[in-house]
């Protein structure tokens, strides 16, 4: 027996845990030292949502109306703009090579990324969404449920995004084709994000909303880092 | 140890090799060959990157298949791409790729390894600022860290200087002599123990 039969031997088999572990913690790390791209990302949601009160005009009853909606679609668009750097950036220097090669389970490294991913790009736009909802006349509890909306609708976003991310490594014009696959899979999300702002609104409980959002986060949760696992290997093949 | 039985490669359907080698404790494969000849793919192939278009890949006589745990248990892959990240320090780089390979790494035994690779003033400063050649020192440094039987290395030479081919020499011979087994492709002529050494040359 040699010294390297010993050692993996003794080596214990890395934990799913300890490898979500590593990626968040290495993505966040990464994600503060270059705070500016963070930065273009909440300006830009922003920038949209401020563009709606200023293109449609003043009306109190129109831009209640339109809000939520308006509120939402930003957060897609901007979830959308931040999904490229998911993986692109590890594929062009070689790290997701070792990413997929590592003792630890490939699910659960993609799993800490995506949660990094979150932390860095989500919340923010979970943060400012009550101020922004203020433009559009939303108040108290309106603008309660749309944060708690986006807060469950948000990781659900970079759940699928990922698998989308995934499948367009190394496609040319991989961007367009990443909203072509993606946005589709994001109307649901829409539908019951808004609809639970929309709710409370005109009068009504947002629970069923906001509960299909949490069923629909728990369900990515589970399958999205299975399925961007299978499709960051084909990326490497 | 490790065994290739009529393992092919196609690219855009022509078909660019069929090898077979096998390989004893403390021996080496050096891949040789023109640009273009397949020495990456054989590389990808042999580290589980990879699926060859036909033949079978052993290691101690049970097959492997690309991403199987016994795989990735045993195989430290080093690639063109050096896997260092900008943002981080040398020594962050270090930590964080011995890390994902399952190592347990801490800072001391981080620095003594950059000490080797003579980047021990380095350690601190982002990746961005290196050098091509520092960069791969960094990269090669986690030979030392991590501890597995097989090394799959592509054109571990490229940018180094001679100092630093030195050091992998020894690395590579100590590895061998400790039980180990080596793939490597490359163009530099490396000198390694007598007798280790099995060439392999692809047209």
Redesign the interface.
Known sequence: M????A??AE?P??GAWAGVT?SAT?DL??AL??KAELGVLLLFYVIVVTLFPLGVGPEPALLRALGPGVLWVAALLASLLSLPRLFAGDF????L????????P?PALISGKIAAHWASTGLPLVAVSPLLGLQFGLRGEELAVLALGLALGTPTLSLLGAIGAALTLGVRAGGGLLALLILPLYVPILIFGAGAVEAVCVGLAAGPQLSLLGAGLLAAAVGAPLAAAAAV?IA?? | MLEAQQLAAQRGGVPLFTVAFALQ?GEALVVTGANGSGKTTLLRIV?????PAAGTLAWNGAAVT??D?TL????L?I???????D??SAEENLV??A????ANVDAVQARAALADWALERHRSLPARVLSQGQRRRVGLARLRLV???LWVLDEPTTALDTAGVAILQELVAAHLA???VAVIATHHDLELPLGTMKALTLS
Do not use: C, N, V
């Open positions: 040699t010294p390297f039969d050692a993996i080596a088999s890395p590593w290495r790390r990464l030292r270059s062009a220097d070689g790290t090579e070792q990413i997929a090669l590592s003792p630890f490939l290997r490497l093949d | 404790r580290a589980g990157l990879t699926l690309p991403f745990p990735r248990a045993m195989t892959y690639g063109h791409a050096t896997a260092l990240k943002e981080l964080s790729l890390t994902l390979h399952g501890r597995r039987p400790q039980g180990g």
